[in-house]
Nanobody, 124 residues
Framework: QVQLVESGGGLVQAGGSLRLSCSAS????????MGWFRQAPGKEREFVAA????????YYAASVKGRFTISRDNAKNTVYLQMNSLKPEDTAVYYC?????????????????WGQGTQVTVSS
């Protein structure tokens, strides 16, 4: 059984930064791609960023490219999302998820395990 636990959310002013962490259980963490998604009230869950198992490839939604950075530490079974220059429209619950395979993906259907989410609120 795989468990994902997010942390690092909170309230920040526009232009500020936050770093989210996602700790994963399971010995095969390093062989799977990982992703971050977010869901705002009344909206569908949307893709934010993904990283391949080898850390060699990353993929970002256009809305966060240049502001957010995804990374992973396989030795710590942890994936991170560094969020800079935050905007009020970034407000959402952020979820990390494990890809069904080793690569990148932007569809929720490509991910099989999800964390419980962490709230990020950006005030104007």
């Amino acid at each position: 059984q795989v468990q994902l636990v997010e942390s690092g959310g909170g309230l920040v002013q526009a232009g500020g930064s936050l770093r989210l962490s996602c700790s994963a259980s399971g010995r095969t963490f390093s062989t799977y791609g990982m992703g971050w998604f977010r869901q705002a009230p009344g909206k569908e869950r949307e893709f934010v960023a993904a990283i391949s198992w080898s850390k060699g490839s990353t993929y970002y939604a256009a809305s966060v490219k240049g502001r957010f950075t995804i990374s992973r530490d396989n030795a710590k079974n942890t994936v991170y999302l560094q969020m800079n220059s935050l905007k009020p429209e970034d407000t959402a619950v952020y979820y990390c998820a494990r890809n069904r395979d080793y690569g990148l993906g932007r569809s929720v259907y490509e991910y099989d395990y999800w964390g419980q989410g962490t709230q990020v609120t950006v005030s104007s």
